[in-house]
């Protein structure tokens, strides 16, 4: 399930260079306001150092790829790694227009975009970076899975 999930991710992730070129419409605007909604929660309490919040969102089985940080599964640890690195530090920042959402059946939803990161240290942001986050449903509540963080 772990490598089907991580393929669909990673095709829905190239299938979006290749619809760059035409307008994104959702297969589902329901299904796109609430990731949407999701993204802007989680974010609002990474921008502002409410782990608490962003510990609810994870999966006890988090699986968070970083271009530059490797693999991590532990969500204590990446818990840890923004507490450290990212509270008062660095703000993400959406691209605005570049998300879309695709529903994955039976499961939840892939969410793709583009970000920036803003280090306040450096007074610095970066260029825009894609991301992919997996989302399950279990329930009626909505948890990361998978994230491919890039910068």
């Not at 990212?86 to 570049?98: A, D, F, P, Y």
């Given at each position: 399930m772990k490598k089907l999930l991580f393929i669909l991710a990673v095709t829905a992730f190239f299938t979006m260079k290749i619809n760059a070129q035409s307008k994104y419409v959702p297969d589902s605007p329901e299904l796109y306001q609430e990731i949407v909604k999701m993204d802007s929660i989680y974010f609002k309490a990474y921008n502002n150092c409410d782990i608490?919040?962003?510990?609810?969102?994870?999966?006890?089985?988090?699986?968070?790829?970083?271009?530059?940080?490797?693999?991590?599964?532990?969500?204590?640890?990446?818990?840890?790694s923004i507490k450290n690195n990212?509270?008062?530090?660095?703000?993400?920042?959406?691209?605005?227009?570049?998300i879309e959402v695709y529903p994955i059946e039976g499961y939840g939803a892939v969410e793709m975009g583009l970000h920036k990161f803003h280090n306040k240290v450096e007074n610095s942001t970066?260029?825009?970076?894609?991301?992919?986050?997996?989302?399950?449903?279990?329930?009626?509540?909505?948890?990361i899975t998978r994230v491919i963080s890039l910068h």
């Open positions: 608490e919040t962003q510990a609810s969102f994870y999966s006890d089985t988090i699986e968070f790829y970083e271009d530059k940080g490797g693999l991590e599964t532990s969500k204590k640890k990446i818990l840890e990212v509270c008062g530090q660095v703000t993400r920042i959406l691209v605005k227009g570049s970066s260029n825009p970076a894609k991301f992919i986050v997996i989302w399950r449903n279990r329930n009626n509540k909505w948890q």
